[in-house]
């Protein structure tokens, strides 16, 4: 299987566990994801995700939205200053590598987008 690359984010706060869950968390805010799947999508095994997982949602930055079977489904809380102070880090951080882009580059990214 191919490696995926870091993301600026973690590659900006290091590639630890909890990173890699808001991580994904971040990137896939809209959405909601059983323990489970945000374990497998993130690289986490169980026990390191329940080593902190309550810290997530004492602190308000994981929300419970829904129960799916016996799967508790749990997505990134946008309505915490926190959850969203973290979004704009990594849209800053976005913004950072594409300024140091060339034009030529930044062309190649929009026409790929499509």
């Known amino acids: 299987m191919k490696q995926i690359p870091n993301s600026l984010f973690v590659e900006f706060l290091g590639d630890y566990p909890l990173i890699r869950v808001l991580d994904f968390l971040i990137e896939n805010r809209i959405f909601d994801y059983s323990k489970k799947d945000i374990c497998k999508y993130a690289d986490v095994s169980w026990n390191t995700l329940e080593d ?3 810290g997530l949602e004492k602190n308000g930055l994981v929300t419970h939205t829904r ?12 309505a915490n200053p926190m959850a969203n102070q973290l979004i704009e880090l990594d849209k800053a951080l976005m913004k950072q590598a594409m300024d140091k882009l060339d ?3 930044k062309v190649k990214i ?3 987008s499509h």
């Open 52 to 54: 902190f997982w309550d």
């Open 67 to 78: 129960k799916v079977g016996k799967a508790n489904m749990y997505k990134l809380n946008t």
């Open 103 to 105: 034009e030529h580059e």
């Open 110 to 112: 929009v026409a790929r």
